[in-house]
C-alpha cells in the first residue's frame, strides 16, 4: 500500500478514538528504520523474547525465526480482547479491523 494512503487509513483509527501499534520480534532499530523507510506513522513495540507474541499465539516460525502473524487484537477500555482480525494483506487486515471499529464503536 502507498504510505500516504496508508497513513491516511491510519488516521480513521484516531477519529474512531483507536490507538495502533504494531509488536515485532525485530529489534528496535529495524523498527525504526522500517517507520522511516515506509513513513508509517504508527507506533512500533520491540518484543525481542517474542514474549506478547507467544501470549497471544500469533507466532511464525521460520527456519529457528519467530515472526508475527499480522493479526490485529482489538482492546476494549476494560483492558480485554473485544476481537480479532487476521488476514496476510495488511490493506485486508486494516479494511476488516475498520470496518469492526466502525460498526462496534466504543463509548
Same mark, same amino acid.
Given at each position: 500500500? !502507498?504510505?500516504?494512503?496508508?497513513? %491516511?487509513?491510519?488516521?480513521?483509527?484516531?477519529?474512531? +478514538?483507536? !490507538? =495502533? =501499534? +504494531?509488536?515485532?520480534? #525485530?529489534?528496535?532499530?529495524?523498527?525504526?528504520?522500517?517507520? /522511516?523507510?515506509? /513513513? %508509517? $506513522?504508527?507506533?512500533?513495540?520491540?518484543? $525481542?523474547?517474542? !514474549? %506478547?507474541?507467544?501470549?497471544?499465539? *500469533?507466532?511464525?516460525?521460520?527456519?529457528? /525465526?519467530?515472526?508475527? /502473524?499480522?493479526?490485529?487484537?482489538?482492546?476494549?477500555? #476494560?483492558?480485554? =480482547?473485544?476481537?480479532? *482480525?487476521? #488476514?496476510?494483506? $495488511?490493506? +485486508?487486515? =486494516?479494511?476488516?479491523?475498520? #470496518?469492526?471499529? !466502525?460498526?462496534? &464503536?466504543? &463509548?
Amino acid at each position: 500500500m !502507498e504510505a500516504k494512503a496508508y497513513a %491516511a487509513r491510519l488516521a480513521d483509527f484516531d477519529k474512531l +478514538g483507536a !490507538e =495502533v =501499534v +504494531g509488536i515485532s520480534p #525485530d529489534p528496535i532499530d529495524t523498527l525504526a528504520r522500517f517507520q /522511516k523507510e515506509e /513513513k %508509517a $506513522p504508527q507506533r512500533f513495540a520491540s518484543d $525481542p523474547k517474542a !514474549e %506478547a507474541i507467544k501470549a497471544y499465539g *500469533v507466532t511464525l516460525e521460520d527456519a529457528g /525465526k519467530i515472526y508475527a /502473524k499480522r493479526t490485529t487484537f482489538i482492546i476494549g477500555r #476494560d483492558g480485554k =480482547v473485544a476481537h480479532m *482480525v487476521f #488476514d496476510w494483506s $495488511p490493506l +485486508g487486515n =486494516v479494511n476488516k479491523t475498520l #470496518d469492526w471499529l !466502525e460498526a462496534h &464503536q466504543q &463509548q
